[in-house]
Each structure stands twice: as C-alpha cells, then as structure tokens.
C-alpha cells in the first residue's frame, strides 16, 4: 500500500538527502520529492510508522 507523508518542512536538496540516507538504513521502499514536499512510502503501516519517527527524528514534521 502506498502512504503519502506531507514535510512541508522539505526545502533544499540537502534535506531530501538526509531524509533518503535516513530512511534507507530503516530498509522502507520509499520516494521523495521535494517539488511536492512529499515522502511515499510503499508498505505496511509499520512502515509508515517507522518513516515518521525518522522523519521526526531529523527534526521535520510530518503530516499523514
């Protein structure tokens, strides 16, 4: 299943970096886009979860 997670809080290339180095050592199959300000992520809603811990945890705040 696919979630979409609004980051308002995505302004740079440099964010979109630190969210994908991020979110790739959690395993998640996700994309981000930083046109759209969106993090998706292809999975379960554990999965879901987890992507918004990190996100969270990088100091962004994500809106479901």
């Not at 308002?8 to 759209?36: M, P, Q, W, Y």
């Amino acid at each position: 299943m696919l979630y979409e997670i609004k980051v308002n809080d995505i302004h740079c290339e440099n964010c979109v970096k630190r969210i994908v180095n991020a979110l790739n050592e959690t395993g998640i199959k996700f994309e981000v886009s930083l046109e759209n300000k969106t993090v998706t992520v292809d999975g379960c809603e554990h999965c879901l979860k987890t992507a918004i811990t990190e996100l969270e945890d990088l100091g962004f705040t994500p809106e479901v």
